[in-house]
C-alpha cells in the first residue's frame, strides 16, 4: 500500500467547522487514527478507529469514513487547533503509514 | 500512565551507526507493542518499525536492510539502530506505544515520546 493522501493545507474561521479527510486504498480495510502537531511537539493522538476519542480529547473532535476515505472533523474550531494533522493507516503485513499532513490554520 | 523518553547521541557520522534508546516508565512494557518514527526536519512522519515485548518485529520495507529494533524488559526499554547512516537520516526520532485491537485489525500510536533530534554530518 502507497502512502494516504492529505490536503496540504486547510483554512477555517474561529468557531466554524472544519474536515481533515484522508484518502488510500488501506482505508477501505482499516479504519485511521489522527494525531495532531503543534510547533516544536511530538504528534499526540486525537482521534482513532472510526470515531474514538482517547482521553482529554475535546468532544469538538470527531471521526468517520465512507469507502477508502477517512475524515477529522472539528465542530467549532479554536485557536488552539491550528497545527498540524496527520492521519495513519496500516496494510495486511502491519506496516503503517502516514498521510503527508495537513497544516490546519484557524483564522 | 504510560510515558516514554528517547535517548541517544544528537550526532551521528555518515556510514555509522545510530542508535537510540526509548525507556518505558508509568506502565508495563510487557504485553504491549513499541514503535519508532521519525521526522525530517519540515517534512512529515514516516514509521520506521515495531517490536513486540516478546521480540518479534515487523520493519518499514525502505529501511529494512538498516533496522535493527531490539528490547530489553528488565531495563524497561527497547532501542533502534540504524547503520549506513547518511543526511537523509537527520530527522527527530520519536517512540511510541502501538495498540492494536484485535478483531477489527484497528492500531494507534499512544503516547508518544518527546522525540529527540539526530544529526548526521561530518
Known amino acids: 500500500s502507497s502512502e494516504p493522501t492529505q490536503d496540504t493545507a486547510v483554512s477555517v474561521a474561529l468557531g466554524q467547522t472544519v474536515r481533515i479527510t484522508c484518502q488510500g486504498d488501506s482505508l477501505s480495510n482499516y479504519d485511521a487514527s489522527w494525531y495532531q502537531q503543534k510547533p516544536g511537539q511530538a504528534p499526540v493522538l486525537v482521534m482513532y478507529g472510526k470515531d474514538n476519542r482517547p482521553s482529554g480529547i475535546p468532544d469538538r473532535f470527531s471521526g468517520s469514513s465512507s469507502g477508502n476515505t477517512a475524515s477529522l472533523t472539528i465542530t467549532g474550531a479554536q485557536a488552539e487547533d491550528e497545527a498540524d494533522y496527520y492521519c495513519g493507516s496500516r496494510d495486511s503485513n502491519g506496516h503503517h503509514f502516514f498521510g503527508g499532513g495537513t497544516k490546519l490554520t484557524v483564522l | 500512565q504510560v510515558q516514554l523518553q528517547e535517548s541517544g547521541p544528537g550526532l551521528v557520522k555518515p556510514s555509522e551507526t545510530l542508535s537510540l534508546t526509548c525507556t518505558v516508565s508509568?506502565?508495563?512494557?510487557?504485553?504491549?507493542?513499541w514503535s519508532w518514527i521519525r521526522q525530517p526536519p519540515g517534512k512529515g512522519l514516516e514509521w520506521i518499525g515495531y517490536i513486540y515485548y516478546s521480540g518479534s518485529t515487523n520493519y518499514n520495507p525502505s529501511l529494512k536492510s538498516r533496522v535493527t529494533i531490539s528490547v530489553d524488559t528488565s531495563k524497561r526499554h527497547f532501542s533502534l539502530k540504524l547503520t549506513a547512516v547518511t543526511t537523509a537520516d537527520t530527522a527527530v526520532y520519536y517512540c511510541a506505544r502501538r495498540i492494536a485491537e484485535t478483531g477489527t485489525g484497528i492500531n494507534w500510536l499512544d503516547p508518544w515520546g518527546q522525540g529527540t533530534l539526530v544529526t548526521v554530518s561530518s
Open positions: 508509568g506502565g508495563s512494557i510487557s504485553s504491549s507493542y
